[in-house]
């Protein structure tokens, strides 16, 4: 099956600084990619979607000068934390479309804030 | 947006014991999936169901589009069956992502 990849799968920093989280696809092209965030216990939750060469697509609430997210190929996309605080702390996760209507996850990544 | 609603939303089985979850949408979809949320985060893909009736060994899914529900079933449930299942739909209306409900936390105990 598809194998969406994510790195780093945790990151530990110091708040103010800025951490950016990789997503491939590994074994498929995707048109589009999607980033969730999951707190503890709770549901995913969108906070973008992003196709292959466009602007990202930012969910209402979530802001696009603080997440910076960037689809270059068709195999890879990246979210940047900017100036990360405390309460960025998360796990967050992507998944990638295909030419199907199939989404597949990547393991997540954990996000420590300190 | 479209709603989605999984019920019930803890569960607790026996080991051996059938169980089955349930997911409410609200409007017309294009895709439905079934995931199994490992302890680690992992999204482990079930099933994508968006019609009709599927089966994966002790598992299998069912979905009535035009009442607009989904089920899961689990049979003989072990174990390591324990964890969160979620269901998630995407609406009929282009490329647009997957929106989750809230998952049903299932815990199998021996």
């Known amino acids: 099956g598809a194998v969406v990849s994510q790195h780093p799968s945790r990151v530990i920093c110091k708040s103010g600084t800025s951490v950016k989280i990789e997503c491939r696809s590994l074994d498929f092209q995707a048109t589009t990619m999607f980033w969730y965030r999951q707190f503890p216990k709770k549901s995913l939750m969108l906070m973008a979607t992003s196709n292959e060469g466009s602007k990202a697509t930012y969910e209402q609430g979530v802001e696009k000068d603080k997440f910076l997210i960037n689809h270059a190929s068709l195999t890879l996309s990246t979210l940047t934390v900017t100036s990360a605080h405390p309460e960025d702390s998360s796990f967050y996760i992507c998944?990638?479309?295909?030419?199907?209507?199939?989404?597949?996850f990547g393991p997540g990544t954990r996000l420590l804030v300190l | 947006g479209i709603q989605v609603e999984q019920s019930p939303p803890d569960l607790i089985l026996q080991e051996g014991a059938n169980s089955t979850l349930r997911c409410n949408f609200s409007d017309s979809v294009n895709n439905l999936q079934w995931f199994h949320q490992n302890p680690w985060g992992q999204l482990i893909n079930l099933f994508y169901i968006p019609s009709g009736t599927k089966q994966n060994g002790r598992l299998s899914a069912t979905t009535v589009a035009t009442e607009r529900y989904s089920l899961l079933y689990i049979s003989s449930s072990q174990t390591t069956d324990s964890g969160v299942y979620f269901c998630?739909?995407?609406?009929?209306?282009?490329?647009?992502?997957?929106?989750f409900g809230k998952g049903t936390r299932l815990s199998v105990i021996a």
């Open positions: 998630a739909v995407e609406a009929n209306s282009g490329n647009t992502p997957l929106v």
């Open positions: 998944s990638a479309r295909g030419t199907g209507r199939t989404q597949y």
